[in-house]
């Protein structure tokens, strides 16, 4: 198979994420091979479904989060046992239903653009969390104290809601 026309710019992209990449494949090492030389790239050939299972579990126990991307059949066992896992809409039935995301088109831009997206959701989430320990350290003890009217303290909570809706609001454009 040919590669697809942004493999080596979604890889630089995940590199540029700290995200390592090897290549799992049931296809012939020399072929492998020659393809993990092109994209400068790990890669284990000749491997079974049950081999890439054992890989990705292997990787895993080692404490690595795998973030497993195939299209074949043959990736179904591999694609569940991923912390995450993303397969595109040309995959197998399998493929599809063993991941947990299904991208469109040839393009792989999708799997950096969700790491991406995946890290911003991630540090908005723990700001409203801050936002809202932040809240309520200093505002219950002020109505615990009576230093602050029930209508006040509805209206800072209601306050408090908004700033961390808008801060979620933020992750629109998550992806791009």
Do not use: C
């Amino acid at each position: 198979d040919a590669l697809r026309p942004d493999a080596r710019a979604t890889l630089q992209q995940l590199d540029a994420l700290g995200i390592g990449s090897t290549i799992l494949s049931g296809d012939r090492t020399e072929a492998v091979a020659e393809t993990a030389a092109a994209l400068g790239i790990e890669a284990v050939a000749a491997l079974t479904p049950a081999g890439k299972l054992g890989l990705v579990r292997a990787m895993a126990e080692d404490g690595e989060r795998v973030l497993m991307v195939g299209d074949g059949l043959n990736d179904g066992p591999a694609l569940a046992a991923g912390h995450v896992s993303m397969a595109p809409g040309s995959a197998s039935d399998v493929g599809q239903n063993a991941a947990d995301a299904v991208f469109l088109g040839d393009s792989l831009s999708p799997v950096a653009a969700a790491v991406r997206a995946a890290r911003r959701t991630m540090a908005v989430v723990r700001q409203n969390f801050a936002l809202a320990i932040g809240y309520n350290v200093i505002a219950v003890p002020l109505a615990v104290m009576g230093y602050v009217t029930p209508l006040i303290a509805a209206l800072a909570m209601s306050g408090s809601s908004v700033i961390v809706i808008a801060n979620a609001l933020r992750l629109r454009n998550a992806a791009e």
